[in-house]
């Protein structure tokens, strides 16, 4: 699919928004990208790298798309401040209805917003650590409030295709829900464990603790957000996790080899159907 964007300003060029602004460029998707940062390292990274022709204080007027690729606390605020600006705004945080009811407690949804969430990252973060490649063949949800006009939804939906990302759509709750099971209590889950390992563990490892501790490497304050943001759905999920651990624990206490096998024979064969999906 087709389509070129006169200027994108991206709000926010670290990973998400480096990336972003390389994507861009490796499809020649937009004539112009400037880019707006506060962190003046970063900035002059992007600037430098030439991931962004210019680094701007404001959105500007004339932009056609804006991406804000802030922290999810940050993106409502920014929502209210560009609801009259005549292009589509999107972000890429990994919660939704919360961004959506604190953009609602001060205004009328804007029709130009439309809340989107690439499912794809790293456990770095910064521009150092930005790809070209990152939202290839990902998952895109966007999930369009009953305000969101039907220009800047297709235009949004033109963007990702053309960066050769897949999209869907949800509403802002069954993403919130589905992502605290896929993404939120994972994160959890790696930061919790990381509490009992030792130096002396780490000579230790294989591949198995390499895989489940990747994410554990991830920047806490922006996790640390996204847990208070997505706090009810996370909490949830949580609950549920630890009746199924305690079930295979006390299968494993029982000695109970029929349950215990059928619990984790179960959570293989659901492993197994994902790949080929």
């Known amino acids: 699919m087709s389509e070129h964007f006169h200027k ?12 972003l602004a390389l994507a861009l460029r490796q499809h020649g998707v937009a004539s112009m990208l400037v880019g707006i940062e506060t962190n003046p390292t970063s900035a002059q990274w992007a600037l430098d790298s030439g991931m962004v022709d210019e680094i701007v204080h404001e959105v500007p007027s004339d932009a056609s798309l804006v991406a804000l690729c802030v922290p999810s606390d940050l993106v409502s605020d920014w929502v209210v401040k560009l609801a009259k600006h005549q292009a589509a705004v999107f972000d890429v945080g990994s919660v939704k209805g919360p961004i ?3 953009v609602a407690l001060q205004i009328n949804l804007p029709e130009n917003f439309v809340p989107c969430h690439p499912i794809s990252g790293s456990e770095k973060s910064g521009p150092e650590a930005a790809r070209a490649d990152l939202f290839t063949r990902c998952m895109v949800v966007l999930t369009p409030t009953e305000n969101t006009s039907p220009q800047a939804l297709e235009s949004v939906l033109k963007l990702w295709r053309c960066l050769e990302a897949q999209t869907s759509q949800l509403s802002p709750q069954d993403h919130d829900r589905a992502l605290a ?3 939120h209590v994972p994160h959890l889950l790696a930061f919790a464990f990381m509490q009992q390992v030792e130096d002396q563990h780490f000579s230790l490892t294989g591949g198995g603790f390499r895989d489940f501790t990747r ?13 208070q943001l997505n706090k009810e759905e996370v909490l ?4 549920t996790f630890s009746a199924d651990l305690q079930s295979l ?4 206490r029982d ?3 029929e349950s215990g096998i059928a619990q984790i024979s179960a959570a293989a064969n659901k492993r197994k159907a994902s790949e080929s999906e």
């Open 215 to 227: 994410i554990a490497g991830a920047n806490p304050e922006l996790w640390w957000r996204i847990f």
């Open 181 to 183: 099971i896929t993404s």
């Open 100 to 102: 959506v009811s604190a």
């Open 255 to 257: 000695a109970d080899s």
């Open 8 to 19: 994108i300003a991206i709000v926010g060029v670290g990973l998400i928004g480096g990336s």
């Open 249 to 252: 624990a006390q299968s494993i």
């Open 236 to 239: 949830t999920a949580l609950d």
